[in-house]
C-alpha cells in the first residue's frame, strides 16, 4: 500500500530534549516536507526537500533541522525543544508533478511541556 | 509576500451544492490545489488547477482563474461525511519550491 509513515503518533517530551520524528515513503517521491498544523493557522510548511541531500527552508523553519540521505526517509529533528513547538506536525511526500498532489503521513502530536 | 484567504466556516444542508473560494496572492504561482481533513485525520489529496478552468471529479470541482488569482471548490449533492475542513494549498516557485496552505474552511453539512 502505498503510503508516509510518522512515528512516533503521540509524543510528550521535556522543554531541551532533543527528539526526531521520522517520516518513511514507498512511492519513490522525490519531494518531501513537513508541516506544522495549528488551530486557525492551517498547515504551514517547516522544511522541504525535493531530492536526496536537497532540502530547503519553508516559512516556519527556526528551531528545526532535517536531513535527506535517502530518498525514503525524511527525518525531523528538534534540538532543543521549546513550548512554542507544541503542534501537529505532517510529513508528506509527492512526486515532483504536482499533478497527483502530497500524501501526507498520519500525524505526530507534539506536547512540550 | 504569499497568502491565500478563504472564509473560515460554511454551513449547507445535506444534497446541496457548495462553493468553497479562495484567493491567493504570490509571485510565482504554480498550481492550485484542494485537500480535504476530517476531524483527527490527515489532509488528503483532491484536486489541482494548473491552468484556468473547471476539473471535475465526481461530486468535487475546482476552478482556477489565474488572472484574478482566484479559485473554488464546488461540492454538489452533499453528504453528512462532506462534513470536514477544506484547504487550498498554492506551489511557489519563488526562491524554492514551497508550497502554501490556506487557514482552511470548516464546512457543516446539516440533515
Known amino acids: 500500500e502505498a503510503q508516509v509513515t510518522q512515528n512516533p503518533r503521540y509524543l510528550i517530551t521535556v522543554t531541551g530534549k532533543k527528539l526526531t520524528v521520522t517520516c518513511s515513503q514507498n512511492?519513490?517521491?522525490?519531494?518531501m516536507s513537513w508541516y506544522r498544523q495549528d488551530p486557525g493557522l492551517g498547515l504551514r510548511q517547516i522544511y522541504y526537500?525535493?531530492?536526496?541531500?536537497?532540502?530547503d527552508k519553508g516559512d516556519v523553519p527556526e528551531g528545526y533541522k532535517v536531513s535527506r540521505k535517502e530518498k525514503r526517509n525524511f527525518p525531523l529533528i528538534l534540538e532543543s525543544p521549546s513550548p512554542n513547538q507544541t503542534s501537529l506536525y505532517f510529513c508528506?511526500?509527492?512526486?515532483?508533478?504536482?499533478?497527483?498532489?502530497?500524501?501526507f503521513g498520519s500525524g505526530t502530536r507534539l506536547t512540550v511541556v | 509576500g504569499q497568502s491565500l484567504e478563504q472564509p473560515s466556516e460554511v454551513t449547507a444542508v445535506e444534497g446541496a451544492i457548495v462553493q468553497i473560494n479562495c484567493t491567493y496572492q504570490?509571485?510565482?504561482?504554480?498550481?492550485l490545489s484542494w485537500y480535504q481533513q476530517h476531524d483527527g485525520g490527515a489532509p488528503t489529496f483532491l484536486s489541482y488547477?494548473?491552468?484556468?478552468g473547471l476539473e471535475e471529479t465526481g461530486r468535487f470541482s475546482s476552478f482556477l482563474s489565474r488572472s484574478d488569482s482566484y479559485g473554488y471548490l464546488l461540492l454538489q449533492e452533499l453528504q453528512m461525511k462532506d462534513s470536514a475542513s477544506y484547504f487550498c494549498?498554492?506551489?511557489?516557485?519563488?526562491?524554492?519550491?514551497?508550497?502554501?496552505f490556506g487557514a482552511g474552511t470548516r464546512l457543516f453539512v446539516k440533515a
Open positions: 508528506a511526500s509527492s512526486s515532483l508533478d504536482t499533478t497527483y498532489g502530497y500524501t
Open positions: 512511492m519513490n517521491h522525490e519531494y
Open positions: 526537500s525535493m531530492n536526496v541531500e536537497v532540502t
Open positions: 504570490t509571485s510565482g504561482f504554480y498550481g
Open positions: 488547477n494548473a491552468l484556468d
Open positions: 494549498a498554492v506551489r511557489d516557485r519563488t526562491g524554492g519550491f514551497k508550497t502554501i
